[in-house]
Nanobody, 129 residues
Framework: QVQLVESGGGLAQAGGSLRLSCAAS????????MGWFRQAPGKEREFVAA????????WYVGSVKGRFTISRDNPKNTVYLQMNSLKPEDTAVYYC??????????????????????WGQGTQVTVSS
């Protein structure tokens, strides 16, 4: 089991930026893709972004393309989500997620929350207009 701990959430104004971090520990593996989901009040949890172990492939939900960037620092076992040009509709609890070992992080996009084997505790992001 992989343990995930997010940090970096908070309050931002529309047009501002925040960077989320996700530190992984436990049974991390060298082929572990990672991703981010978010859940706004009254809405289902949705996929935001994913990245392969090498970082050479990334995927994003359409609403954040061009504004959010996922990256990782493997020696630190940490994944980041840089969020720029924030909008009020980005307000949500953001969750770090790991797919089942050996599964492509693309499964996070295709199958959504069902493909996640480990979740972080979540970090609140609030964007004011």
């Amino acid at each position: 089991q992989v343990q995930l701990v997010e940090s970096g959430g908070g309050l931002a104004q529309a047009g501002g930026s925040l960077r989320l971090s996700c530190a992984a520990s436990g049974r991390t593996s060298s082929n572990h893709g990672m991703g981010w989901f978010r859940q706004a009040p009254g809405k289902e949890r949705e996929f935001v972004a994913a990245i392969t172990w090498s970082g050479d492939s990334t995927w994003y939900v359409g609403s954040v393309k061009g504004r959010f960037t996922i990256s990782r620092d493997n020696p630190k076992n940490t994944v980041y989500l840089q969020m720029n040009s924030l909008k009020p509709e980005d307000t949500a609890v953001y969750y770090c997620a790991a797919p089942a070992p050996g599964s492509s992080p693309l499964s996070l996009l295709i199958r959504g929350p069902r493909s996640v084997s480990s979740w972080g505790q979540g970090t609140q992001v609030t964007v004011s207009s």
